[in-house]
């Protein structure tokens, strides 16, 4: 283990989390509002202790501290130099596996990711409110709400361009830039790179319960030319009733970006045309399709309907130990949907140059279709 990447890589990441003095400053005044003298109170992803010490602060009587990572030795140091560890008690591991002996009157969690949902903070947040809280805990943040818009930026394009489909290397590199169109990315959008007015997705009411089964569409109008390089998206977190926190441009947090959801190529669009994007997101925020509409109006300019999905940047499971393995769904490829076409026609009543008659009006450019109805014939039927 390389010890000094093992510490500047935990530090440098809370580090970076705790000098965001928007971030770090809402919370603190959110945790000042909503925490009781005496109440009982859980940290869910603690890190270095930081929201726990607040809640100290602000009058707990008890903190659980749940973290599931290596930070959490840094953080049994912190609370030990700030006197608090006959408080906050630390509980090492995912709080899924957590169970406690009080039910809490509060909830507290900075699990949010660069686009609101993305690091399970919906579906740790239900499972902690079922098990672990009383009866109207009160929940920090209250409610998370998923923003977007159509954004033209070179800038944020530009990794996706890398993948020039030729001329670098006499190599044809599309196939990855394939896998990037499907992946989000991190970028900063500025205000003059939108094409239109912010539109809310979804808010959902962590207090009440939510679903982090996101399916939401929106409709967005040009408000300028220019062209599309995709959706970026953001969140606003109610932290309390007083309190909330957005890293929505113009950007003020230093610890959250925005997403960029690329199209698959730029899109030229006109003032005035009409765009529709649905989002859906599952396996709680870790997985995400989007779906984007362009209806060109104007002479000179297409249409456009892409499906894309984080599913597809993932490389192909291609090796053969992959299309092995249990949790493999394998479908058929090419070859195998002539093969199969070419079975299903071995009735009984069909002669082999009948099959292959209908496997080549079937599969008009495929070659040796013949010698493959022979070999199926002669291995797969009796
Ligand atoms: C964004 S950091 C915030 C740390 C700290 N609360 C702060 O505000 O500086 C989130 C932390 O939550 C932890 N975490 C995320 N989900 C968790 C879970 N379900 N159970 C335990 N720890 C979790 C991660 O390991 C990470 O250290």
Redesign the pocket.
């Known amino acids: 283990v390389d010890l000094t990447s093992v510490v500047t890589g935990v530090l440098g990441y809370?580090g970076g989390?705790?000098a965001d003095r928007v971030r770090?400053d809402a919370?603190r005044r959110a945790i000042a509002e909503v925490v009781r003298p005496g109440d009982v109170v859980i940290?869910?992803?603690?890190?270095?202790g930081?929201?726990a010490l607040f809640a100290c602060q602000a009058g707990a009587a008890r903190v659980y501290a749940?973290?599931?990572?290596q930070?959490i030795h840094y953080a049994r140091e912190l609370i030990a130099a700030n006197r608090a560890e006959d408080r906050i008690c630390l509980v090492e591991?995912?709080?899924?596996d957590v169970t406690l002996p009080e039910p809490a009157d509060v909830l507290l969690s900075?699990?949010?990711w660069h686009f609101g949902l993305g690091?399970?903070i919906v579906g740790?947040i239900d499972d902690a409110r079922r098990r672990l809280l009383a009866p109207d805990a009160r929940i920090i943040p209250r409610s998370i709400t998923l923003v977007a818009a159509p954004i033209e930026s070179d800038a944020a394009y530009a990794p996706l361009e890398r993948w020039a489909a030729a001329g670098k290397y006499d190599v044809d590199l599309s196939v990855l830039r394939a896998h990037e169109t499907n992946a989000t990315h991190q970028v900063d959008a500025h205000e003059s790179e939108l094409l239109a007015a912010p539109k809310t997705l979804v808010t959902l009411d962590l207090a009440r319960g939510a679903n982090a089964e996101l399916d939401a569409e929106v409709a967005f109008e040009a408000a300028r030319d220019g062209v599309l390089h995709g959706l970026a998206g953001w969140f606003r977190a109610q932290l309390s009733s007083s309190v909330d926190l957005t890293n929505g441009p113009p950007r003020r947090t230093t610890s959250w970006t925005h997403v960029l959801f690329p199209m698959e190529q730029p899109v030229r669009v006109r003032a005035g045309e009409a765009l529709t994007w649905r989002l859906q997101t599952t396996a709680n925020g870790t997985a995400w399709r989007w779906r984007t509409n362009v209806r060109a109006q104007s002479a000179g300019l297409r249409s456009v309907a892409s499906d894309q999905s984080t599913i597809w940047a993932a490389p192909s499971p291609g090796s053969a130990s992959a299309r092995r393995s249990a949790g493999f769904r394998p479908t058929l490829s090419a070859e195998g949907r002539i093969e199969a076409f070419i079975l299903r026609q071995f009735d009984g009543r069909r002669t082999v140059s009948e099959v292959e008659a209908m496997a080549k009006g079937e599969f008009p450019t495929s070659d040796r279709i013949g010698d493959r109805v022979r070999a199926l014939a002669s291995r797969l039927s009796e």
């Open positions: 809370h989390m705790i770090t919370f940290d869910l992803g603690a890190g270095t930081i929201l749940i973290e599931a990572a930070v591991g995912s709080s899924y900075e699990t949010l690091e399970g740790a």
